[in-house]
């Protein structure tokens, strides 16, 4: 599963390292615990996909910016698991993301990407049954 960020995305989008290192250091070594933002990050895109994967075609055939700065909010909310790091700021920022994602999905906003095509359900589709002898369905060349 490709992400749609990194976690130089995040440090660059967050400000410091230093503000990584205290959303993800639950073991107190004073470095980014890399298995924890990984998770985070996972978690964050697949939230994105759980959203766009009915519009659009997945994976993105690029990641737009916006979807970066969403996928940053997600995860900085995914990495928020104490009373310390989930501010209102975190909270709200998540929200608006969901909220632009849900408005990504139902088509209110676009990504200027290709959308997935859905067949018309008013549209005929030719069927064929081919039955060998016997009824044994024939091989085929």
Known sequence: MAAYI???DLIERTGS???L???SDRDGTGEVNTAVVDRAIADATDEIKMHLSSRYLMPLPKVPETIKRLAVSLTVYW???TEVTMSDLVKGR???AVKTLKALADGSMRLGLPEAS???ENTAGDV?????VNGSIPARP
């Open 6 to 8: 990194t976690q130089q």
């Open 17 to 19: 390292k230093d503000e």
């Open 21 to 23: 290192i205290i959303l």
């Open 79 to 81: 990495l928020s698991e």
């Open 94 to 96: 998540y929200q608006n």
């Open 118 to 120: 859905t067949p018309d």
């Open 128 to 132: 064929q049954l081919v039955s060998g």
